[in-house]
């Protein structure tokens, strides 16, 4: 099902590194209208390419070069059903449970809301299914919301590594333990970010908060939904088959893609074969391909048989970054199987993953 | 007991990467004097500036400006007693035997002679008791060796990693199993090495044959050695307690310092706690300082507290990169406790390593 | 005028660099299909995607997939009207003469022939009419040529002053002296290219043959052609003006994308504003733009307003990086004017030039 | 003369870039003992390390470990009798300005007094003479000052190629007009200064003022100091042989070390041969070195004759950073010579240039 007329939609933070990465990709989006635009005061009532410092390699759209930037307040966005929010922690919490209490859709990147227990955390490639959570979380507001919700993406990191992990949790059961060693571009830090001082020739071993929140929300996505008795749905956090992940994360002088180095271990013994990991992982095809989400990646895992690829440079713009890349699929001598895996962080890492949702949610008719 | 005069000592591959790094650091050596220069049969006949391709941030020291680079066969070093090979493996192995032949102390950096079950692997911050194998490897020449032996030094990437894992197996048993993710400068390529296109805004998530020499040479230098009935020594490959090790393996743009994120599970249980592990590290004194290796030093192990470090550019030049540094050592919610080490990948990882078993060659009288 | 059926043509060089770049460029082109592929001795046989170290970011294009890569002899080529070559200079003279002499029509990007009196240096932007050196180059030829014959685009970095300084002389007359200070991308080097030990956190200030190329490619591409007695044309070098250039190479550490600084000063006194400089440099448009070639950009010149722009990450690829970016165009206290130029090396700079220069020599006739 | 004992001496902007420069250059000096830091409210009452983001290779010093940083009021610096200055220039004018006034001598890296028409701007490699301006500066004061005087250094990239300049004009006579390119490194501009997404795989072509300083301090330093009738002196910025200098400055992905390609011509004509430069800038000799400076490098410039050097990562460290590299000295087809200058922009092209001063201050007796 696609939308009769186009919908009108918001981008909250629209001069960030986030907000201007929507603008491009709403530019010519056959469901979405770009109608309006929000940062912050120092911005509001500039003309969008005198608030912006634009950093995107393409120009920027001929649609919001007349536009103007708004203050982050529902009332600038009466029009619109959805928002994108490309706003930073310190401001997106309040913002966004305003839009949604005036009854727009709220598309979050922002960590906020990830760890609300009605909020679903969603990798449009994974667990589509937790939309489900949505209508509790409308009947908690008071009084209840008709339209309005909040739903969020992953951190880019955890997205990255969350998709191979769910095709190989549907392919051959629970996983029982994963290490992940992280080595991410400096854009997932947005702008003006990492100083050059500390990542030219060098390594950062440390991303503040970055590995709590990949070793929580994996946890989130990966598990599923129960209800108690009294018909309450709750997030199980994967607790039917503990799954115990360690991440170490590191910063390192590449522009844009994150390279995950990931082990596994199965509760199925004996654990499958890499043939059959490879297999596996080209053979998932996740929900927004199959509903037909128009910016979903037809390869959602794109297998890589070379012994050096992926590589993020080479490898991250790949249909569009919306997929993810996975190679050197072999034994781990410690756990079972280990390989290598590329997100582009700001394609399917963060604003393609909204975008995603987004289209998911009017497939869904969550959005009407 | 340090040399009433200084030994006459030749450098073999002395135009490459390694080879310039022997001659800079053995330009004022209190124990060596360079002698004399071994290269290709291109280089053989030419004064020294004039063969090499000096890639080295000191200038071509005073000593070697004038020196003739002979080809590498023994007749052209019959002044000295030892010779620190350089040499790539395509050619080491002959070369060095014949070395050795010729009653010469051969410290190498090559990968040949590694796997050589009477030839000591030594990192010389861990594994000093492994020069007892010598004997046996003089002994089995025919006629036996008085004065010749081969002794190699590890790969960079393993250098790094097996110093606090010796550490740790000192202060609380043996290890059970450990997890290794690095992110290696382009300089353990040597030159020219890893061509810019493949690394400037990249990672290549593969080095051949690295990880499999991680898995290896880790069993061997942290193994004893074993007398079988016959009163021959062999190195035990730490057989008495099974070692498990998987290494995953990157190129990382930077130019110098090798950073590995680890994890490692103990056998004792219950495991250390990142507390007791910090103290043991920091604790942990080489016998090469012990024993009053000039290039040995103070800190064997650099422990930071710091959340971010260790970092290559800011950590690699540390005691002229001959220690190692570790930081963020903390538990893992996998294995047992997770910390990131960076060694100098050119200081410690090569050619440090073996002027350091060279001294400590001399000390132990193995070299007069 | 468009060919009715799609002319066949074939890339020499085919696994190198810019013979990558020619693959992707002619997979979907509107005048030209791919038929023949040419490499060395060592790749002939093999099927494109063994014989190729494929290193674009797109795929290899479904195409070639199957093309069986062949030597680089006309016999292998005899359907073909065109060939695209990418080949380096130490074999390219012999071929590219070769298979003129076949009756093919040879785009070169290799500089063998760009001294030749005969054969045209043209850079599609600029000087289109030196395609009426054509006839001679053929009646040279024993028996004269039908068909055949040699053309070759400029250097990369010549390439990008060239255009401006072209769009310069149309609005202002004649240049008298022309300072340039270039700092250019690795993958101008081609594969392996660079070192990467050479390039990371450094500069190189000097590219072998470089600078004498662009102080004497420039004349010749802004030079017209002259006719002597025995109504022979020859190039004139700008002769009629003497135009001094002096040229400083300089690689950098970008992969893509020769930023260029330059100061021009003008024969006509006063000379313009810079005012007028960028309004007479955005109002330049080009033969290839004006006769209808379909990769021609719009723009052939993009001018900066932003005092700190171009800059080769965010203005490489705009147009398909088929146009020339310039900017801080502003008063030189020495000469009159100075501006920024940045040009892709690898697109207007090399494959691109290549194949507008194919798609003039089809509307103007001179490919059948 | 060197002084009987050490002088004591405080650093203002102790916790910033070049503040932690000159304390690690102070942790050893001569001349001169660190006693007392200033940076500002938020750090003081701190001690140094906890108040500092320490970013040096080397170690903070052990004699600085237990100081405890102050605000920069002269009360907090009574026994001090130097001080150097690292502060911003948002703030340095007025503290070194009270700093003076309270009898202190202020050796300052700021711009704030560079163009103060009786502060002396010397580059110690160049204009030792210009310390002649110090009584007029403290006559000035009211009432006239005993010891207190500001002195400053120049620019980065001003230093960097003002030493050859001089080192021209003093051989040759003076010079008609310069044209220079920088391309200079992401530690110029402090910390956190260039954004990484700005500056990896990218060029910056401009940076904010510089190149009006590099045309303006470049006439202040190698011109003279005339006297008018009333006996008092002001620097005549090279008026008696106008000079015009155009400068375009380019940020690159360099860690440390400023490159510039420069073009001059001479008044004389003919003007000197390659080789005849070449030689003339090899026997400069700074007075600072002459005079007996411990800081002043034995070679003020060093002449390459590689083709492809300097080169920032491989020679930025030569003497400490403390002389200037020159290589590629040929003649240019518009002006008359071009060449290459390196130098480090952290060393003397900052703090060292500072101590420098201070040197010849203690030497020439303005410092007691």
């Keep these: 099902m696609t939308p009769e007329s186009k919908i009108k939609v918001g981008v909250l933070g629209a001069t960030g590194t986030v907000g201007q990465r929507f603008i491009a990709l709403l530019a010519e989006h056959p469901y979405f209208v770009l109608h309006a635009l929000g940062a912050s005061s120092r911005s509001a009532g500039k003309q969008y390419p005198q608030a912006v ?4 390699t393409s120009p920027i759209p001929a649609s919001v070069r007349d536009m103007v930037v708004n203050e982050c307040k529902p009332e600038f966005f009466k029009e619109c059903s959805v928002v994108f929010s490309g706003l930073d922690a310190e401001v997106a919490g309040d913002i966004e449970a305003a839009f949604r209490s005036a009854e ?47 739903l969020t993406n992953a951190n880019c990191s955890t997205t990255g590594v969350v998709v ?15 290490i992940i060693t992280t080595m991410q571009a400096i854009s997932g830090a947005g702008y003006p970010g990492v100083p050059s001082l500390d990542i030219i020739d060098n390594i950062v071993p ?13 946890l989130k996505i990966l598990g599923g939904i129960t209800e108690n008795d009294n018909a309450e749905k709750c997030f199980d956090m994967h607790s039917r088959h503990p799954l115990r992940i360690s991440a170490s994360c590191n910063r390192v002088p590449v522009v844009e893609g994150h390279t995950e180095c990931v082990s596994v271990r199965f ?27 128009p910016s979903a990646p037809r390869h959602t895992i794109f297998v890589h048989e070379e012994p050096d690829r992926p590589q993020p440079r080479l490898d991250r713009d790949y249909q569009k970054g919306a ?6 699929i072999r034994q781990c001598k410690v756990l079972d199987i280990k390989f290598t895996v590329l997100a ?25």
């Design 53 to 56: 410092l634009w950093k995107q």
């Design 206 to 218: 440390y991303i503040s908060g970055e590995e709590e929140k990949m070793e929580w929300e994996t």
């Design 344 to 368: 582009n962080n700001v394609a399917i890492g963060a604003a393609t993953s909204s975008i995603l949702n987004a289209e998911l949610a009017v497939i869904k008719g969550y959005v009407s």
């Design 323 to 328: 997929g993810v890349s996975v190679g050197r």
């Design 164 to 178: 191979p992990l769910a095709a190989l949790e549907k392919a051959f059961g629970p996983l029982e333990s994963c």
């Design 104 to 150: 727009l859709v709220v598309f979050s990147n922002a960590k906020n809301f990830r760890r609300d227990p009605t909020v679903p955390l969603i990798v449009p490639l994974v667990n589509s299914s937790h939309f489900a959570m949505v209508p509790q979380q409308r009947t908690l507001h008071n009084p209840p919301l008709k339209c309005g919700f909040i």
């Design 267 to 293: 509760a199925r013994r004996p654990p499958p074969s890499p043939q059959q990991v490879r297999e596996a992982l080209a053979a998932y095809t996740s929900d927004a391909y199959a509903l037909g989400c």
